[in-house]
T-cell receptor, first 114, second 113 residues
Framework: GPKVLQIPSHQIIDMGQMVTLNCDPV?????FYWYKQILGQQMEFLVN????????KSKLFKDQFSVERPDGSYFTLKIQPTALEDSAVYFC????????????FGPGTRLTVL | GEQVEQRPPHLSVREGDSAFIICTYT??????FYWYKQEPGAGLQLLMS?????DRKEEQGLTVLLNKKDKRLSLNLTAAHPGDSAVYFC????????????FGEGTKLTVSS
């Protein structure tokens, strides 16, 4: 079936550095999402994105976070600067339509901030 | 905002037995309900989705029940086999919202042969 890819699978960085997480969504999908899962906890919504704009963001989506998808390339999540509490697995998802459409998830990027 | 609770956090069954997982939610505007399966190192795989106008849905050994009065969603795997071992998540989204999913905490299911 359709696959969402995430690059890299693991990333270790020092606190204060910038990191960009990349998502290659399903090719004809129009809606894009980032979710965050801290080890042992539930997955939480960060942000969704459609037509070049953020539709909704949660309180976890701090000012240091930004998303973009320039020219139909990767859908990216940038964190600048990173903090210790940003350590988590970040999952990207995409869907063809909005509400009630199946969201296809990538395998996640494990981010460790030291 | 919407809160979703899922239990049990861990479930061990023998091959051939049923596995039952339950979620409760708080927002009566919740309209879309999902069950996902996550295997190690993989993304979430959608198992089933239901609208709020559905009380029961069965597909390929899975039964989803929705009790809107009690705000309860359940998943029953009949005749579980070792390949069903994974973490299962319920998720919901609210009608008229932005399609964000709100997840339960997950249930780690182990099926022994």
């Amino acid at each position: 079936g359709p696959k969402v890819l995430q690059i890299p699978s693991h990333q270790i960085i020092d606190m204060g550095q910038m990191v960009t997480l990349n998502c290659d969504p399903v090719s004809n999908h129009l809606y894009f999402y980032w979710y965050k899962q801290i080890l042992g906890q539930q997955m939480e919504f960060l942000v969704n994105f459609y037509n070049g704009k953020v539709m909704e963001k949660s309180k976890l989506f701090k000012d240091q976070f930004s998303v973009e998808r320039p020219d139909g390339s990767y859908f990216t999540l940038k964190i600048q600067p990173t903090a210790l509490e940003d350590s988590a697995v970040y999952f990207c998802a995409s869907s063809l339509l909005g509400v009630y459409a199946e969201q296809f998830f990538g395998p996640g990027t494990r981010l460790t901030v030291l | 905002g919407e809160q979703v609770e899922q239990r049990p956090p861990h479930l061990s069954v023998r091959e051939g037995d049923s596995a039952f997982i339950i979620c409760t939610y708080t927002d009566s505007a919740t309209a879309y309900f999902y069950w996902y399966k996550q295997e190690p190192g993989a993304g979430l795989q959608l198992l089933m989705s239901v609208f709020s106008n559905v009380d029961r849905k069965e597909e390929q050994g899975l039964t989803v029940l929705l009790n809107k009065k009690d705000k309860r969603l359940s998943l029953n795997l009949t005749a579980a086999h070792p390949g069903d071992s994974a973490v299962y998540f319920c998720a919901v989204s609210v009608k008229g919202g932005s399609a964000k999913l709100i997840f339960g905490e997950g249930t780690k299911l182990t099926v022994s042969s």
